[in-house]
């Protein structure tokens, strides 16, 4: 019997997910992207080789693993094409293993257009809000219509038809009816492979502040048809980044932020961005955590920490003078919490080479304990690095 597991960001984005993928697809049989579109900038070093995914799922770097994009995904195929021909030029190949289901959304030029002309949240400006909009306005094109070039020609200017028409013929050897082909698998292993993260939630997010997908493990069945059970690993970073516009309460303004945002190189996969950076925020990860009904917590870029002399988390907020342990729902609530932290002492030693748990400087692991606790929920690996092999498995 096969088994299915998901990585779900548990902040906003950017926790370190692809290399969490790329971890567990080595067991997996299909990697499948359920939601978002090429927004997403996940990260994977092998050996110092470092590959950037935005729309073809991390697990392709295996050539067995099957990967896949399910309903809920959107699609510019013209981008789609260039970062198939950049693997391809790596020796990466997409032939027979990579699959669309035919009724992901295509971003077209209008999509692209008015998120140019500015979203108001800072966003990647690839056209995803707009054409998720189009989606449940029942004004999409899906992937299926670009075989049918009268309908283009009735929806599209003519050149952009024609091109679209073009495009569709180059990647409709990947077409494919995804509930079928996961739910039929039933010997096979499938990983879900999250974009952005719970924070970023088209509902439960720091809305209006957010991306226009579902994020969450419901955006699994959502996005692709498939609602038997998952297993779920929730990606959280040992201290939080966020790149775009909102609230964002622990965020930090001074010296220990540059430091972090230094050593961690946090500066944004897709748009280069610097990302914004804070305190580890116990208050935002136990509402995702328990959104998502994570199974196993996956702590990531624990080693960009050392060297922090006192390292904060964030246990609560002072909201209009009183003391409040649950996520707001509205912003502006969020732009007003005055986060309240616990203290703990950082370590100075680097921890980028340490595979077992036990060898971690001792306020490492009360670091850890306390997110535990805090959560309650195990935490199960720790990632100290971005290569695959630094990797903690407690
Ligand atoms: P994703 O969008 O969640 O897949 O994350 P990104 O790839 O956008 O950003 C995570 C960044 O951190 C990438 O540059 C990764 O190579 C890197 N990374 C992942 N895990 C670790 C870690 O444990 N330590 C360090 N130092 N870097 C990491
Ligand atoms: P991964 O998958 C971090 C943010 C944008 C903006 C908001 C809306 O790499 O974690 P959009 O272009 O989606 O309409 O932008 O969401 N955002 C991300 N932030 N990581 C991402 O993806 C993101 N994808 C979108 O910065 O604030
Ligand atoms: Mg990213």
Request: glycine fraction near 10%; hydrophobic fraction near 40%; charge should be neutral.
């Given at each position: 019997?096969?088994?299915?597991?998901?990585?779900?960001g548990?902040?906003?984005?950017?926790e370190?997910?692809?290399?969490?993928?790329?971890?567990?697809?080595?067991?997996?049989?299909?990697?499948?992207?359920?939601?978002?579109?090429?927004?997403?900038?996940?990260?994977?070093?092998v050996?110092?080789?470092k590959?950037?995914?935005?729309?073809?799922?991390?697990?392709?770097?295996?050539?067995?693993?099957?990967?896949?994009?399910?309903?809920?995904?959107?699609?510019?195929?013209?981008?789609?094409?260039?970062?198939?021909?950049?693997?391809?030029?790596?020796?990466i190949?997409?032939e027979?293993?990579?699959?669309?289901?035919s009724?992901?959304?295509?971003?077209?030029?209008?999509?692209?257009?008015?998120?140019q002309?500015?979203?108001?949240?800072?966003?990647?400006?690839?056209?995803?809000?707009?054409?998720?909009?189009?989606?449940?306005?029942?004004?999409?094109?899906?992937?299926?219509?670009?075989?049918?070039?009268?309908?283009?020609?009735?929806?599209?200017?003519?050149?952009?038809a024609?091109?679209?028409?073009?495009?569709?013929?180059?990647?409709?050897?990947?077409?494919?009816?995804?509930?079928?082909?996961?739910?039929?698998?039933?010997?096979?292993?499938i990983?879900?492979?999250?974009?952005?993260?719970?924070l970023?939630?088209?509902?439960?997010?720091?809305?209006?502040f957010?991306?226009?997908?579902?994020?969450?493990?419901?955006?699994i069945?959502?996005?692709?048809?498939?609602?038997?059970?998952?297993?779920?690993?929730?990606?959280?970073?040992?201290?939080?980044?966020r790149?775009g516009?909102?609230?964002?309460p622990?965020?930090?303004?001074?010296?220990?932020?540059?430091?972090?945002?230094?050593?961690?190189?946090?500066?944004?996969?897709t748009?280069?961005?610097p990302?914004?950076?804070?305190?580890f925020d116990?208050?935002a990860?136990?509402?995702t955590t328990?959104?998502?009904?994570?199974?196993?917590?996956?702590?990531?870029?624990?080693?960009?920490?050392?060297?922090?002399d006192?390292?904060?988390?964030?246990?609560?907020y002072?909201?209009?003078?009183?003391?409040?342990?649950?996520?707001?729902?509205?912003?502006?609530?969020?732009?007003?919490?005055?986060?309240?932290?616990?203290?703990?002492?950082?370590?100075?030693?680097?921890i980028?080479?340490i595979?077992?748990?036990?060898k971690?400087?001792?306020?490492?692991?009360?670091?850890?304990?306390?997110?535990e606790?805090?959560?309650?929920?195990?935490?199960?690996?720790?990632?100290?690095?971005?290569?695959?092999?630094?990797?903690i498995?407690?």
């Open positions: 019997m096969g088994k299915a597991i998901a990585v779900l548990c902040a906003w984005g950017d370190g997910k692809a290399k969490i993928t790329d971890v567990l697809a080595k067991k997996s049989d299909f990697i499948v992207r359920f939601q978002g579109g090429n927004n997403a900038g996940h990260t994977i070093v050996d110092d080789e590959y950037v995914f935005h729309l073809i799922p991390s697990g392709i770097l295996y050539p067995e693993k099957i990967c896949v994009l399910g309903s809920g995904v959107v699609v510019d195929p013209f981008e789609l094409i260039k970062e198939i021909e950049n693997l391809e030029k790596r020796g190949s997409l027979n293993r990579f699959l669309i289901d009724r992901v959304q295509i971003i077209i030029n209008k999509h692209r257009e008015l998120d002309k500015g979203s108001g949240v800072g966003s990647t400006k690839r056209g995803i809000g707009p054409c998720y909009a189009d989606a449940v306005s029942r004004k999409g094109i899906r992937f299926a219509d670009l075989f049918d070039k009268e309908l283009l020609l009735q929806e599209l200017p003519p050149k952009e024609e091109e679209l028409f073009e495009v569709g013929k180059q990647i409709e050897k990947y077409h494919q009816q995804i509930p079928y082909f996961l739910n039929n698998a039933t010997d096979k292993n990983l879900f492979e999250g974009a952005q993260g719970s970023l939630d088209v509902y439960f997010g720091t809305y209006p957010v991306t226009s997908s579902h994020t969450i493990k419901g955006g069945s959502i996005g692709t048809g498939f609602s038997k059970n998952v297993e779920t690993f929730g990606i959280l970073k040992s201290y939080y980044t790149v516009d909102g609230p964002f622990t965020e930090l303004f001074n010296r220990v932020g540059e430091t972090i945002r230094k050593n961690g190189n946090e500066f944004g996969a748009t280069g961005r990302r914004r950076i804070g305190w116990a208050v990860a136990k509402f328990m959104i998502n009904d994570i199974d196993n917590v996956v702590l990531t870029l624990l080693d960009v920490l050392s060297g922090v006192f390292l904060k988390i964030c246990v609560s002072e909201i209009d003078g009183k003391i409040i342990d649950e996520f707001p729902a509205n912003v502006k609530s969020l732009k007003n919490a005055i986060p309240q932290y616990l203290e703990i002492a950082g370590w100075n030693e680097d980028s080479q595979t077992d748990f036990d971690l400087p001792q306020n490492a692991k009360i670091y850890i304990r306390v997110i606790k805090l959560l309650d929920r195990k935490i199960t690996m720790i990632s100290v690095g971005p290569d695959r092999k630094q990797m498995h407690k």
